[in-house]
């Protein structure tokens, strides 16, 4: 930086007392923290504008509650000798004192009061009572009565209580934003994605755009050092491109003319001219740039709970404040009355389940992102911290889904005609057996067959036609329901009793029968035995026949399985499975378990697994990154302790407090500061949780899903 920068926001020059702030993932000079805090305000995106506004807010109510404290002190402290004569000596500044306070605590009120009381009247016109409405109780019961005292002449005024619970409720809430920010930035450069330039080569030359202005076809000049902000494949040039952020594989790749390049990719040494393949707002990294700002964004679950909480907890509040009125009023000690019921709508002020909660789960998401685990919301990370039973997919999930064929078993036709056949109708699937099959098929030499009217049919098999014939390849259960039977030559024997059997067939009767083998992951044994240790059920589910899925589940240890089985019969089967235990979670990667994924309580893909499986998903883990799957359950573990621990100590502390509040042993002012103390202490515990990676298996490099593209939550339509 040089003496002629500029502020970002007031262009003034820069000199040497500067402050350098990122804004919208890229960095930004400022002459002072004003313009830092101003320009976020205008420019910034998703969390940093309302932290920004947050920050001024309570800028401006920290100066009006200092005058209020010491205006207050001096009221507590008797500092004005003359304060009870009726003339003379300093009366008059005795008598004004309190309206200057009730004029500064009007005006915070305003500042930091505002939004609470926008909520809970929000909430109210809805029919509903929120923690917002607890905290606008509090403070208005105390601003009301000494408002009252006031006009009474009286110098017992409680402004100061009004000052310290707005104050530190604005406080926590700036915590918990800028938590979220935090959790946000952490995540650049994937979340600067809908904000990249590009450089566009046109007849004129080249112009600078916006990544949503490219369209396909579109020539692009990316030059050594940047990183690629479009999907496309290179047309001149040639560099090395660390993919890392996507692949999570540190070695640099090879781009030369006719190579695909990827968004979110940087770019090396050499300069390339790229042809964009898609719109410059639908790469996959965008759309996961997008997934995340929504996950972050999302209420959890418990909020909703907490809210549901105070709709019954503050009718109670009011009930114990008025039969506190009554109690010591009855006693015939009426300002001692009102002050015992005030401190008890004062200490029920349940900032601690209101914050912690929420902020504990941005963290939670924010930490799990780093690592390449995109969750779908803070509900989700809540339900995984609860889960009890969790089931896998065979192929592709607890297998390497690299199948290699044994053999080729024909009746009634040749190998080759079955071979042309199997490949034919493979092409239209994405499944690994089909992947296999169709990989054994083009060993043979032989020039591929054209299928019409593919169809694929999840769990299965697939059906189509060739030159006009109607053909087949799928399991045996399949054919079985096409109506085909399978002669006896095809029939396995014990021999065949661990590999997995695809049938090919056409005009109605099965030809062939190819004998493929799969072998398991290496980390499978040891997520299940860490899943097992953790006190969770496993089960195995898989349409595979049961002779090769009862192999694989002795091997790795998991005792419940099922074999043959359709995705309707695996949601049936989750479905029971989640009635008798509780929160369970299906682990998939295929097409057959789009149906499954989005039918379990919980469903999670593999990122290598199809578009659809990831689409039904409510957690996706990385590429080959079945082994953070630990890791993700105790980061959810620990979010949930957390969230359990910190309700339980509100809770507690409400429950005390306003025992000693109605006793008329708790002042408004005391029950303030234990009530805003409690909750900072439990943000600043939820601040500095992290989980311990030397108790769980390392997880992938940062964002390796991000090759794994991701569309916007549409769970339930794929159902």
């Known amino acids: 930086m040089t003496t002629e920068t500029l502020c970002s926001h007031c262009q003034l020059p820069i000199g040497r007392l500067s402050h350098r702030r990122e804004v919208n993932g890229s960095d930004h000079w400022f002459c002072c923290y004003g ?37 207050s002190l001096l009221l507590y402290g008797d500092a004005f000798p003359g304060a009870d004569a009726i003339s003379g000596g300093d009366a008059w500044l005795s008598a004004a004192v309190p309206w200057v306070l009730w004029g500064l605590a009007t005006s915070l009120l305003v500042v930091l009061g505002g939004p609470f009381l926008r909520g809970a009247w929000a909430s109210a016109l809805d029919g509903r009572l929120t923690a917002d409405s607890l905290v606008s109780l509090g403070t208005l019961a105390a601003y009301l009565y000494s408002a009252w005292q006031v006009l009474q002449g009286s110098s017992h005024v409680y402004f100061d209580t009004v000052t310290m619970v707005l104050v530190l409720f604005t406080l926590g809430r700036y915590l918990e934003a800028q938590g979220r920010v935090r959790a946000v930035r952490s995540l650049a450069p994937m979340l600067a994605a809908e904000r990249a330039e590009v450089r566009v080569i046109n007849e004129g030359g080249e112009s600078i755009r916006t990544v949503d202005q490219v369209r396909p076809g579109d020539m692009l000049r990316i030059c050594a050092g940047e990183r690629i902000a479009v999907d496309g494949q290179v047309v001149e040039g040639w560099s090395e491109c660390d993919e ?71 009718p109670f509040v009011l009930v114990l404040a008025v039969a506190t009125v009554w109690f010591w009023a009855s006693r015939g000690n009426f300002d001692q009355a009102l002050l015992a019921g005030l401190s008890v709508l004062v200490v029920a002020c349940p ?11 941005a963290m939670g998401i924010g930490q799990a992102a780093q690592r390449g685990v995109l969750i779908r919301g803070a509900g ?86 060739i030159e006009g014939i109607p053909c087949a390849i799928g399991s045996r259960a399949f054919m079985a329901q096409l109506g085909w039977p399978v002669p006896p030559k095809l029939i396995p024997n014990a021999a065949q009793d661990g590999c997995s059997l695809v049938y090919v067939g056409w005009l109605g009767r099965v030809r062939g029968r190819i004998d493929l083998t799969d072998s398991p992951r290496m980390e499978s044994r040891q997520v299940i035995s860490a899943l097992i240790a953790r006190g969770l059920q496993v089960q195995l589910l898989s ?13 790795l240890g998991i005792s419940g399985w099922h074999a043959g089985l359709t995705p309707e019969t695996k949601a049936a089967i989750i479905g029971g499975w989640a009635r008798r235990l509780g929160p369970v979670a299906m682990v998939g990667d295929g097409l057959n378990d789009g149906l499954v994924l989005a039918a379990a309580p919980l469903g999670i893909a593999v990122g290598s697994g199809t578009d659809l499986a990831k689409e039904s998903a409510d957690v ?58 409690s909750s900072l202490l439990v943000l600043v515990r939820t601040l500095n949780a992290q989980v311990d990676p030397a108790v769980v298996p390392t997880p992938p490099k940062p964002l390796a899903a991000a090759r794994a593209a991701l569309l916007p939550n549409t769970k339930k339509a794929a159902a």
């Open 35 to 71: 313009c830092c805090l101003a320009y976020q305000v205008h420019h910034g995106s998703g969390e940093e504008p309302e932290a920004a506004a947050l920050l001024i807010r309570l800028g401006v109510g920290g100066f009006l509650a200092m005058n209020i404290m010491l205006f």
């Open 244 to 314: 890392s952020i996507l692949t999570g594989q540190p070695e640099p790749q090879p781009k030369a003319p006719g190579d695909p390049v990827h968004a979110g990719s940087l770019n090396g040494n050499g300069q390339l001219s790229v042809r964009a393949s898609v719109r410059g707002d639908q790469t996959r990294w965008i759309r996961i740039s997008r997934l995340v700002r929504e996950a972050l964004g999302r209420k959890p679950r418990v909020g909703d709970a907490l809210d549901r909480a105070a709709s019954y907890f503050l």
């Open 351 to 361: 900032c601690a389940l209101g914050l912690a909660a929420p902020l504990a789960s």
């Open 380 to 465: 989700v990370l809540e339900k995984l911290g609860r889960l009890k039973g969790i089931a896998f997919d065979k192929t592709g999930t607890l297998t390497r889904g690299e199948f290699r064929p044994v053999s080729v078993t024909v009746d009634g036709a040749d190998e080759a005609g079955v071979l042309r056949y199997a490949q034919a109708l493979a092409s239209g699937s994405a499944h690994p057996v089909a992947r296999a099959v169709a990989s054994r098929a083009a060993r043979s030499g032989f020039q591929a067959w054209s299928a019409q009217g593919l169809r694929v049919h999840p769990g299965g098999g697939v059906t189509g036609r």
């Open 543 to 555: 349409g595979d026949r049961p002779g090769p899925v009862g192999a694989l589940a002795a091997d």
């Open 620 to 677: 996706i883990l990385p590429d080959d990154g079945l082994a953070a799957l630990p890791w993700v359950l105790e980061l959810a573990g620990q979010v949930h302790r957390s969230i359990q621990i910190n309700v339980f100590w509100a809770f507690g502390y409400n429950a005390g407090a306003l025992a000693l509040a109605a006793a008329g042993l708790l002042q408004p002012v005391l029950a303030a500061a234990l009530m805003a103390g």
